[in-house]
Antibody, heavy 118, light 110 residues
Framework: QVQLVQSGAEVKKPGASVKVSCKASGYSFTSYFIHWVRQAPGQGLEWMGIINPSGGYPTYAQQFQDRVTMTRDTSTSTIYMELSSLRSEDTALYYC???????????WGQGTMVTVSS | QSGLTQPASVSGSPGQSITISCTGTSSDVGGYVYVSWYQQHPGKAPKLMIYDVTNRPSGVSNRFSGSKSGNTASLTISGLQAEDEADYYCSSYTSSSAYVFGTGTKVTVL
């Protein structure tokens, strides 16, 4: 079936980087954009950026512009999101989600919990 | 870009109708038809309920409907049921070629 499967939980120290993966299956990997959305504990959803699995070409939310990198590996149908210079406020559940059509995120990964703590 | 403004909570009795508002600006909600709504139950990933302001994906109950007037979009749940108790988020495409989510609304079924 169509699904996005993310990598497991991470615990990082402040200042470190984290790289989260999102493996797509059950559909044509290069046909749909992938977004990353995060949710801090007890808080709302925050859009981080988008990547085109076909050509790369990521676009990042302004607040993450200098700290986030989104890449893809077409050979394994996997999208990666790396966030650097981590701080405690980055503790959150990170989701990848498929853009079925503009503004419609129809398939979501199970989420990856990233905890930043000294 | 700050989040779109939603009421923190909305409640209703079973069978009633409730409406959740989502207020943005002419650079997002008011400027595009690209407004969507997501339902999130505790511990679960969000689920797409409405896209393109008014459209329901296959499998979503017709008790859910969307609309927009100016810079404010709305989600109406009619015939409220216990299973509708969840958090709801709106989302909009923006003039910066980005997306922004609403602040979220907790729906309580009394």
């Amino acid at each position: 079936q169509v699904q996005l499967v993310q990598s497991g939980a991470e615990v990082k120290k402040p200042g470190a980087s984290v790289k989260v993966s999102c493996k797509a299956s059950g559909y044509s990997f290069t046909s749909y954009f992938i977004h990353w959305v995060r949710q801090a504990p007890g808080q709302g959803l925050e859009w981080m950026g988008i990547i085109n699995p076909s050509g790369g070409y990521p676009t990042y939310a302004q607040q993450f512009q200098d700290r986030v990198t989104m890449t893809r590996d077409t050979s394994t149908s996997t999208i990666y999101m790396e966030l650097s210079s981590l701080r405690s406020e980055d503790t959150a559940l990170y989701y990848c989600t498929r853009e079925w059509r503009t503004d419609a995120f129809d398939i979501w990964g199970q989420g990856t919990m990233v905890t930043v703590s000294s | 870009q700050s989040g779109l403004t939603q009421p923190a909570s909305v409640s209703g009795s079973p069978g009633q109708s409730i409406t959740i508002s989502c207020t943005g600006t002419s650079s997002d909600v008011g400027g595009y038809v690209y407004v969507s709504w997501y339902q999130q139950h505790p511990g679960k990933a969000p689920k797409l309920m409405i896209y393109d302001v008014t459209n329901r994906p296959s499998g979503v109950s017709n008790r859910f409907s969307g609309s927009k007037s100016g810079n404010t979009a709305s989600l109406t749940i009619s015939g409220l049921q216990a299973e509708d108790e969840a958090d709801y988020y709106c989302s909009s495409y923006t003039s910066s070629s980005a997306y922004v989510f609403g602040t979220g609304t907790k729906v309580t079924v009394l």
